[in-house]
Nanobody
Framework: QVQLVESGGGLVRAGGSLRLSCAAS????????LGWYRQAPGKQRELVVS???????NYEDSVKGRFTISRDNAKNTMYLQMNSLRPEDTAVYYC??????????????WGQGTQVTVSS
């Protein structure tokens, strides 16, 4: 059974940075699409960014230029570097492993989530 574990969340002031990590066990990242979702209080969960096995990325508009996703298949680890954080980035962030079908990402496995709180 694949297990995903996020780390790196916390409290940061607006304009600050955080780096989230996601480590997999019981399965590999290689060959799969990976993604970060987030869910803010009272809002639906949204896909923040995905990355293909070949490194092609797809960012949600509000994070373009501020967030950077990366992956290290050899270490079965994924990262999300978040810069210029805003209060509206406050959410629980989830890492996922999944597949892409006709341009749509379908997550199959989820981590437990890590809280990111950005104060104004």
């Amino acid at each position: 059974q694949v297990q995903l574990v996020e780390s790196g969340g916390g409290l940061v002031r607006a304009g600050g940075s955080l780096r989230l990590s996601c480590a997999a066990s019981g399965g590999d990242f290689g060959g799969y699409v990976l993604g970060w979702y987030r869910q803010a209080p009272g809002k639906q969960r949204e896909l923040v960014v995905s990355i293909s096995n070949g490194g092609i990325t797809n960012y949600e508009d509000s994070v373009k230029g501020r967030f950077t996703i990366s992956r290290d298949n050899a270490k079965n680890t994924m990262y999300l570097q978040m810069n210029s954080l805003r209060p509206e980035d406050t959410a629980v962030y989830y890492c996922t492993r999944g597949t892409d079908y006709r341009g749509t990402y379908y997550p199959g496995y989820w981590g437990q989530g890590t809280q990111v709180t950005v104060s104004s």
